[in-house]
Each structure stands twice: as structure tokens, then as C-alpha cells.
T-cell receptor, first 111, second 112 residues
């Protein structure tokens, strides 16, 4: 069945460091891919999305590219800030409407 | 604009009691609806999803059931709660395969 696998956390970085959070998926057909963010004490928010192969989603300095050949959707940011500290979730939505999430990766950015 | 309402925000229930959590969406028609459970420090586990009235897909065999009596209403139920049903339950809605989902504020369920 469909699944999403994220890198284990927590990830601890210094401010202005480069961020990569790995996400790989298995799915039949051509799913849409998403990154969600959950800031401390808040609900889940959609961060970015990509709906077909080679699409790049971007928002708030974050970006991720839909790589069909490697079944990956890694999240990147060139220079993280303390305010980026949160839990990040990779998600997959199939053509049937089923939406599943990875286990989440906690990012802690230190000043 | 679209909004999602989920209640109650917190709930403490004894083992063996029934459960009913309700979720309603406003401002859209024929949404996809979802119930998730989020365990502390872990990801979101998809419990049920529905693409239309009376259409429920169950992802995890367990002590829970879901129903969609109206287009924008999604109910999570149990006849007899177990201790292991404790957790944070989230309702979400979406439209179409290309769009992300929007989440309610969640219900913290504690079974005692």
C-alpha cells in the first residue's frame, strides 16, 4: 500500500544553517505530495505542495522537488531561523483521495 | 471562506463508555473528509476517510467507526472505549486529489 517515510529526528541546527529533511514515498499511480508544518502549540498548516513529477513547491524560503525517479520529496531551506523550529510532516495524496502522512521530523534551530 | 469545526476540544471518558466526536465543514460542497489520530511525538495515523455521503474507507482495524450522515459532517464513534483509544484526534477536509487538507483544532481524548 501507499506509504511515506521521513528521516528520523530530531534535527538540531544553528541559525542560518542549511536544512534538508528527507522524505521518500511508495504509491501506485501519480500522487500529489505535500509538506506540512506544526509549530509548537498550533495545528497543522500546509507549507507547500507539488502535484506532478519535477514540480517544485516553495513557500517561506522552503522548497521541495517531486522526484519520481527516486520517489522522493525532500524539504530544503538555505538558511534556517529560530522561528522555523517546528515539526515537519511529509504527506502523499492518492487519486482516490487518501491522504497519508510520514511520522514527522522535529526541527530545532538554535541561535 | 471555508471553515472546519471539531468538538469537543477535550474529553475524559471512562473505559467502556461510548464515544462520539463530531466534525463539520462550512463553505464547500462534497469535500473529502478525514479522521486522524496523532500520538505524542509521532505522526498522524489515518483512521478513516470519506469521499462522499455514506462512503467510508477504514484504514486501521480497531475499536472505532466513522459515519458521514450529511455532506459536510463526519462523526467518529466507539461503542466501548479502551484505554488505548486515548490520543489526539484530528478531523480534516480537502477537495480533489491535487489539494492539501485543512485541519480542525483537534480533540484530546483521555480514557480513564
Amino acid at each position: 500500500g501507499d506509504s511515506v517515510t521521513q528521516m528520523e529526528g530530531p534535527v538540531t541546527l544553528s541559525e542560518e544553517a542549511f536544512l534538508t529533511i528527507n522524505c521518500t514515498y511508495t504509491a501506485t499511480g501519480y500522487p500529489s505530495l505535500f509538506w506540512y508544518v506544526q509549530y509548537p502549540g498550533e495545528g497543522l498548516q500546509l507549507l507547500l505542495k507539488a502535484t506532478k513529477a519535477d514540480d517544485k513547491g516553495s513557500n517561506k524560503g522552503f522548497e521541495a522537488t517531486y522526484r519520481k525517479e527516486t520517489t522522493s520529496f525532500h524539504l530544503e531551506k538555505g538558511s534556517v531561523q529560530v522561528s522555523d523550529s517546528a515539526v515537519y510532516f511529509c504527506a502523499l495524496k492518492s487519486n482516490t483521495g487518501k491522504l497519508i502522512f510520514g511520522q514527522g521530523t522535529t526541527l530545532q534551530v538554535k541561535p | 471562506s471555508q471553515t472546519i469545526h471539531q468538538w469537543p476540544a477535550t474529553l475524559v471518558q471512562p473505559v467502556g463508555s461510548p464515544l462520539s466526536l463530531e466534525c463539520t465543514v462550512e463553505g464547500t460542497s462534497n469535500p473529502n473528509l478525514y479522521w486522524y489520530r496523532q500520538a505524542a511525538g509521532r505522526g498522524l495515523q489515518l483512521l478513516f476517510y470519506s469521499v462522499g455521503i455514506g462512503q467510508i474507507s477504514s484504514e486501521v482495524p480497531q475499536n472505532l467507526s466513522a459515519s458521514r450522515p450529511q455532506d459536510r459532517q463526519f462523526i467518529l464513534s466507539s461503542k466501548k472505549l479502551l484505554l488505548s483509544d486515548s490520543g489526539f484526534y484530528l478531523c480534516a477536509w480537502s477537495v480533489g486529489p491535487l489539494y492539501g487538507a485543512f485541519f480542525g483544532q483537534g480533540t484530546r481524548l483521555t480514557v480513564v
